[in-house]
T-cell receptor, first 111, second 114 residues
């Protein structure tokens, strides 16, 4: 059974802290791993990772994939209260199967 | 630019009632799917469709029906609502496959079954 596991499930940090969110996966016919940010409504796309060791970066957010150890991390530096959200990791599998999502990490950034 | 439109946004149902959550997309996407999201559970796939006339079950299909008579529409039917179906429902579509970074989500439908 395809599975995506995120940790921690929730996290509270102070503004300015750096956080690392984890995602491990066991999926057959892996194609890519995706990260989404979800605030009050629908998830919004952050990163798609297909190759090991290549960091994707967008502002204070970055992510990397390790296909040998089957995990990915999402880093957020100098956190701000606007980073408070649920961060979802999803496995993308070859063929027609839709994304397999993890349970998400709820990040709360307090001033 | 409508994208993926879900209706209704909020609904309260009594146990045993039936209802349909509507989902429409105007991007001519082949792939559509329905997810439910419960607190601490991420997104779980209910049903999906790879094109008009073709549907398949996801992880949690029990108590739900779908049909795909047109490319644009993918309604989700609750046959006999139960409190366990209280959740947020998201419809999604993508152009050429069922996932990837080109997936578009609707705004969500908040359903409470009492």
């Amino acid at each position: 059974e395809d599975k995506v596991v995120q940790s921690p499930l929730s996290l509270v940090v102070h503004e300015g802290d750096t956080v690392t969110l984890n995602c491990s996966y066991e999926v057959t016919n892996f194609r890519s791993l995706l990260w989404y940010k979800q605030e009050k409504k629908a998830p919004t796309f952050l990163f798609m990772l297909t190759s090991s060791g290549i960091e994707k970066k967008s502002g204070r957010l970055s992510s990397i994939l390790d296909k040998k150890e089957l995990f990915s991390i999402l880093n957020i530096t100098a956190t701000q209260t606007g980073d408070s959200a649920i961060y979802l990791c999803a496995g993308d599998i070859s063929g027609n199967t839709p994304l397999v999502f993890g349970k998400g990490t709820r990040l709360s950034v307090i001033a | 630019n409508a994208g993926v439109t879900q209706t209704p946004k909020f609904q309260v149902l009594k146990t045993g009632q039936s209802m349909t959550l509507q989902c429409a997309q105007d991007m001519n996407h082949e792939y559509m799917s329905w997810y439910r999201q419960d607190p601490g559970m991420g997104l779980r796939l209910i049903h999906y469709s790879v094109g008009a006339g073709i549907t398949d079950q996801g992880e949690v299909p029990n108590g739900y029906n779908v049909s795909r008579s047109t490319t644009e529409d993918f309604p989700l039917r609750l046959l006999s609502a139960a409190p366990s179906q209280t959740s947020v429902y998201f419809c999604a579509s993508s152009p050429d496959r069922a996932g990837g970074n080109t997936i578009y989500f609707g705004e969500g439908s908040w359903l409470t079954v009492v």
